[in-house]
């Protein structure tokens, strides 16, 4: 059974930095792509950064540039670093990994104050 859990979310103000972590496991086969996915209170779940199996990473525009992501094979783990954060930052951030078909963490709450 697949199951994903992340960490690392939390009450930052607005400049600080925080780094998401999500661990994989359950997983027998090679995991395709990874990433990231926020949704804020009454909106949609939106794509805030993906990294493939080759290490091709790809961004949100709202995040260049001051988001991070990155993946250890080995671990089966992603993380995204997310520098100068900003209050619509704020939102559950959910990860992801592609094995045949997505799978979802439960989220992790981040909250930035301005």
């Not at 209170?41 to 950064?49: F, S, T, W």
């Not at 209050?87 to 963490?105: K, L, N, Q």
Request: charged share 15%; proline share 3%.
């Amino acid at each position: 059974q697949v199951r994903m859990v992340e960490s690392g979310g939390g009450l930052v103000q607005a400049g600080e930095s925080l780094r998401l972590s999500c661990a994989a496991s359950g997983i027998s086969i090679m995991i395709n792509a990874m990433g990231w996915y926020r949704q804020a209170p009454g909106k949609q779940r939106e794509l805030v950064a993906t990294v493939s199996s080759g290490g091709t990473s790809n961004y949100a525009d709202s995040v260049k540039g001051r988001f991070t992501i990155s993946r250890d094979g080995a671990k089966n783990t992603v993380y995204l670093q997310m520098n100068s954060l900003k209050p619509e930052d704020t939102g559950a951030y959910y990860c992801s990994a592609v094995i045949g078909r997505p799978y979802w963490g439960q989220g992790t709450q981040v909250t930035v104050s301005s």
